[in-house]
């Protein structure tokens, strides 16, 4: 006779099977159960002497059972063991360095995220650009999804990344240039080492951006990005000029799976270079800008860009002080105010001028005469005087052009089309 609830097994089942009903009717036994895997009820009729083939699982149950303690035990093992296996390739917590919230919801809430990590990093200066950069060469060195790095950075602070790099997050980054590349003799450094970092300028020679394409790296860290510029010229019959810096971008960041590009200024106030610029982060998205969308709707999930009012310690108290602004009123002399007046009037007249022509470069560069002008006179003086400078070589290559034009028309027999 089994109680209900008892759990039993035997020839008779399947498997095993929780009792629902065992009655005695007569000379056998009617019993309901449950199986316990599969959930299916079974119903079932045995004689008095067979319901000893059926047993109990009760008996072979451990006399011992879990406490709450062995549990928590087990949990600290387990945590205790994880500590020992990552800790060193661990992003945060260490007596070096202590994340700051905007950095940790940078790398682990944005970059982290997807799969691909392509982003164009432009917080404003004094974020730590550098810190996040070292975090996420960690947590993907971690993750096993990267190996080989390069990082590209202006020659003066070469040595302050690979500086600081070693010292927060033990990641020794090797120097390459020229000298390296002749100690190497034929050899591609580039290929030797798995971290490497470099001028952005020298590797933007055809003869280290070969070597460069050559190596293939995983990620891609380009400090000062806005350098590699590329502008647009023309309304109707539009022509792009790229640097040298631009073109090594083009020819190693769409290659890499992984890019990451640095700047605190993305934006020169000119739409196509931005729009370039977002190009070396994905070719295809930025193709071209129709009608119906806006740069800026399209290059949301790819820029992660904070101001200094927006960034804050854990407690909440601002990272920098609050930047406040006051007007201070003076009077001009005459000869100030006519000066003024003259600028004031220059700007507008060639600032519509280049609105109208779509030349945003032009307008931006108006309106930083007037910048100037609040400024010093000095300044205003030598900007006034380079522009002069500028328009008067413009304006005789424009007539040199012109004359060739008219001398050649010169030599063309006209008498043959005339019909």
């Avoid at 099977?17 to 036994?29: A, N, P, Q, S």
Wanted: charged share 30%; net charge positive; with cysteine.
């Amino acid at each position: 006779m089994f109680n209900i609830g008892e759990i039993v097994y035997g020839t008779h089942f399947p498997e095993s099977v929780e009792i629902k009903r065992c009655e005695l009717f007569g000379e056998f036994y009617i019993i309901e159960a449950i199986g316990r895997e599969t959930n299916q009820f079974y119903e079932l009729m045995l004689e008095k002497e067979k319901l000893t083939d059926l047993k109990s699982l009760k008996e072979n149950k451990s006399e011992t059972s879990v406490q709450a303690i062995d549990i928590q035990r087990y949990l600290q093992y387990l945590m205790l063991h994880n500590e020992a296996k990552y800790s060193r390739t661990r992003a945060l917590g260490n007596k070096k360095l202590l994340p700051l919230p905007h950095q940790i919801e940078a790398v682990y809430g944005r970059m982290l995220q997807v799969p691909q990590i392509r982003f164009l990093l432009a917080d404003d200066p004094g974020a730590g650009k550098t810190i996040m950069s070292g975090m996420l060469i960690k947590e993907l060195k971690a993750r096993y999804s990267v190996e080989r790095i390069l990082i590209l950075v202006p020659p003066l602070v070469v040595r302050q990344w690979q500086e600081e790099l070693l010292e927060k997050f033990n990641e020794h980054f090797h120097i390459i240039n020229r000298n390296v590349l002749k100690e190497y003799g034929g050899k591609n450094p580039f290929v030797a080492n798995d971290l490497c970092l470099a001028s952005m300028y020298w590797a933007a020679w055809e003869d280290i951006k070969l070597l460069i394409q050559e190596a293939e790296f995983d990620l891609i860290i380009v400090d000062e990005a806005h350098k590699m510029a590329a502008y647009t010229h023309g309304t109707i019959k539009k022509r792009t000029s790229r640097t040298k810096l631009y073109q090594l971008g083009e020819s190693i960041l769409r290659k890499a799976p992984h890019c990451l590009l640095l700047t605190a200024t993305p934006h020169k106030g000119d739409m196509e270079n931005f729009r370039h610029l977002m190009k070396l982060i994905d070719e295809d998205i930025f193709s071209n800008i129709s009608g119906n969308e806006s740069l800026r709707e399209k290059t949301n999930p790819f820029i992660i860009r904070r101001l200094k009012e927006s960034m804050k310690y854990f407690d909440g108290t601002p990272l920098f002080p609050k930047r406040t602004t006051k007007t201070i009123k003076y009077t001009l002399t005459d000869e100030e105010l006519a000066l003024y007046d003259a600028v004031t009037q220059y700007v507008r007249e060639h600032f519509n001028r280049a609105i109208s022509n779509g030349s945003n470069s032009t307008a931006f560069a108006m309106m930083l005469l007037q910048r100037r002008l609040s400024s010093f006179l000095e300044a205003i003086h030598l900007s006034l005087k380079r522009r002069y400078k500028r328009l008067v070589q413009l304006y005789r290559q424009t007539e040199q052009e012109r004359k060739k034009y008219i001398k050649k028309l010169g030599h063309i027999e006209l008498e043959n089309y005339l019909e």
